[in-house]
Every structure is written in C-alpha cells, then in structure tokens.
C-alpha cells in the first residue's frame, strides 16, 4: 500500500532520517519503535507532505506522493493524526469531530460516518455538545483520532497515541485501534509503549538515530533479546 525507499530528511543542515526503507501492507498494522529522537514522527511527517527538505520515493498504492501537497495527500486517504492530540480546545466536540471532514467530496455521507464514529466512541457521543478542551487527556485523544476518522482514511497514522494516558484509557485506545484495523483501516503507528504496541501489530520496524536499525514480524521483535536490550529497553516487554 505505502512503500518509502531511502528516504532521507534534513531540518535545515542537521538529517533525522537516513536512507529510511517501509513497507506497509493493505489491511495490516505496523508500528514504529524506538526512543524519543530516532525519527520515528518524522517519518509520519514525512508521508503526510509536511516536510520540505527530503530525498527519496515515498509512495502510495503504486503512485509516486513525495511531491505532492499535504491537502492532496489527505484527498488520497492518508489520514495524520499527530503528536499531543492538538483538538480545537474553544470549540464543541461535535465540531472538532466535523472538522475531520472538511476534505471530503461526498457530503451526503459524512452523517452516516459521523454515526460510526459515534459506535467507536459512545463517550464522544455523549459529550457532543461539551467544549472540547474540559475533556480529560483520554477523552481528548478519542477525539482526535475520531476527527481523523472522519476524513475515511484508507492509512490512518497514529503518532503516540497512548502518550501520558492513564493506564484504562492505553487499555481502552488500543482496543479501538484494533477494532478501526478489523475493519479495513490500515494503521501506521508510533509508539512509546512497545507491549501494547506489538499486541496488535503485524509487523514493525525499529528506529535508531534516524536510521531502521531493526524489522520483523511481531512474534520476531517480542522474542529478541537484543533488541529489549539495546533499543527498547527491558522494562517494555516482559
């Protein structure tokens, strides 16, 4: 579905990715694992047109994205939902979800996605007419991924999803995430928590300093002493 080939990204003189390889298959979850700084968030940046300064091919269902402008990315169906949840805090819960689907051309539908959004997140459903930001931490990710869901996204990009959640609500995000994934959604995702993480990927990759220092299929990563060690640290996976 999305494959990235030597992907290199500068932020001014300083590179953060060095010839980076992804392959992410239709239908799978992958995640990207590695301590902060490794580049795993620029990669989702990088996918999403939001950086300037990079070399390589990154490519969608065959056709070449890497030049293309972050609005036209969205159009194809690659949905970002970034670091930080970053939600309209002034605005309703209602509105923030409706604002996922400012791209989309079939407007005689968004009503039907709007109540699926509403099956993931009866929570939302019921805080809908709330300001956004009195919403506790979890509530806020659950809106900023259910804004994204509103664009229909065939690659949804989680960018740590679980981050500073209590421990019911990493519980409660990851079931979702698996059940958006059920369902059709492919799903790329950075993140911190790499037990919760390889519980529902397929595959996964690796980051250090910029570069993918490892891959594998889950059960591969889970089992590696190596890499519990010397890149995720043991106190990750038991």
Partial sequence: MLRIKDLDVFYGKIQVLEGVNLNIEEGKVVVLLGANGSGKSTILRAISGIVDNLKGDISFQGSRIDSMRPEAIV???????????QIFP????YENILIGSYARKDR???NEELEKVYTYFPRLFERQKQ???T???GEQQMLAIARGLMGKPRLLMLDEPSLGLAPKFV?????????????GTTVLLVEQNAEMALSIADYGYVM????VVFEGEKDVLHDSEALKI???GLKYIS
Avoid: D, M, Q
Wanted: charged share 30%.
């Fill in 75 to 85: 159009s194809l169906g690659i949905i970002h939902v970034p670091e930080g949840r």
């Fill in 90 to 93: 002034e605005l309703t819960v």
């Fill in 108 to 110: 005689k539908k968004i």
């Fill in 131 to 133: 300001v956004a930001g």
């Fill in 135 to 137: 919403l506790s931490g």
């Fill in 171 to 183: 519980e409660e995000i990851f079931r979702i995430i698996e059940r958006i994934n059920s369902e």
């Fill in 208 to 211: 250090e300093v910029g570069r």
């Fill in 230 to 232: 010397h890149y995720l």
